[in-house]
């Protein structure tokens, strides 16, 4: 059977877009983990600074929505309160007869974990957005204030002081041990699949294995740290704050970000291919919140003259935009900055 001209060069042409979505896919696949070979320094791209949104008089804990972000009226506060960005209306949410130190809300939208404290520490419990109950699922007064994240959809995972290892917790309360009692403070566990990494308290970054049970040493004099969603690589600042890199799962290889000092806080994009981070302006004029493209090698300011922030960014579930928590002190007020990117 013969093919006639026209179908052949269809064939062709579909050949050769395949072909180049193939070679698109491999080049963006080898920039990304490039830096896992050898250690590379960004390059600054022009700066664009995008529409920046502020809000004062709230403290900004996190988005619900594209619309909507949960807020207290002040840091030291006994409710949590839904913020409507169109409009500027707002209704309570949780309320408590403690103090709300931390919160955040689930990947899915669904959830709010959140934590009452005393002094050092506190409690955790998880909010269900859909009926309005609460679970508790810490013992009482058993976690650092600030302590505790998502490891997924539908659990938490949170380091206790009192028992010394790292839980699990379920959407209906039921904990389990992930990472044994340890002589060491495990602050602030993140887990990827089935691998748990910590920095300890002598600023030590490990990296614990669910599933063979070994725990690896992966860098020392670590302030900070944050995995990737994919768990290939993770964001990390050096101790004293000068410095932001990216390495690879293993500690290995190197992207130097950001060298400059004053690194605030960072957090990766909802895709992973960009990693927002706030630096202290040495001028005194604001903080700068710049935008670095893993991808393309380049980083951007997108913010500038931002009132003292706090180390949290925030992005929202599209990506499009940012939230960052600022104080002005001559005002004595709390702000929530927006940035549209």
């Known amino acids: 059977m013969k093919i006639r001209y026209n179908s052949k060069k269809i064939i062709t042409v579909i050949f050769f877009l395949l072909l ?13 983990k490039n830096f896992a070979e050898k250690d590379s320094v960004m390059n600054a791209s ?4 995008s529409k920046v949104k502020r809000i004062d008089g709230i403290y900004p804990l996190g988005w ?36 709300i130190e931390y919160s955040v809300v689930s990947p899915n939208g669904k959830y709010i974990f959140y934590e009452e404290g005393s002094e050092l520490t506190g409690t955790g419990y998880i909010y269900n957005l859909t009926n309005n109950e609460r679970i508790q699922v810490t013992e009482q007064d058993e976690i ?4 505790g994240r998502w490891g997924d959809e539908n659990s938490v995972i949170f380091f206790s002081y ?11 309360g039921e904990r389990k041990e992930i990472v044994p009692k340890s002589k060491v403070f495990m602050r602030d566990p993140v887990m990827v699949d089935n691998k748990v990494y910590y920095v300890s308290d002598e600023y030590k970054l490990y990296k614990y294995d669910m599933a063979r049970k070994e725990t690896k040493l992966l860098l020392q004099d670590i302030a900070e740290f944050i995995p990737d969603r994919k768990g290939l690589c993770f964001a990390s600042v050096a101790l004293g704050r000068k410095s932001l890199d990216i390495r690879d799962e293993n500690g ?12 605030g806080g960072f957090s990766w994009s909802p895709c ?24 393309s090698g ?3 300011k997108i913010a500038e003259n931002i009132p003292r922030s706090f180390p949290y960014i925030f992005w929202s579930p599209s990506g499009k935009k940012i939230l960052v928590p600022a104080y002005e002190k001559i005002d004595d007020k709390y702000i929530a900055i927006i940035i549209e990117i």
């Open 64 to 99: 619900l929505d594209e619309e909507n972000i949960i807020i207290k009226k002040e840091k030291k506060s006994k409710g949590i309160y839904k913020y409507n960005l169109k409009n500027g209306t707002e209704s309570l949410l949780i309320s408590s007869d403690k103090d």
């Open 144 to 147: 650092p204030i600030g302590i």
């Open 252 to 263: 290995g290889g190197k992207l130097n970000i950001y060298d400059g000092g004053g690194v």
């Open 46 to 49: 022009s700066m664009e600074v």
């Open 272 to 295: 992973g291919n960009k990693l927002a981070y706030l630096v202290s302006n040495s001028s005194g004029k604001g903080d700068l919140l710049f935008l670095a493209n893993i991808y």
């Open 20 to 32: 180049a979505i193939l070679f698109i896919l491999c080049y963006y696949n080898n920039k990304y």
């Open 162 to 172: 009192t028992k010394g290892g790292v839980f699990l917790a379920s959407l209906k």
């Open 298 to 300: 380049k980083f951007e």
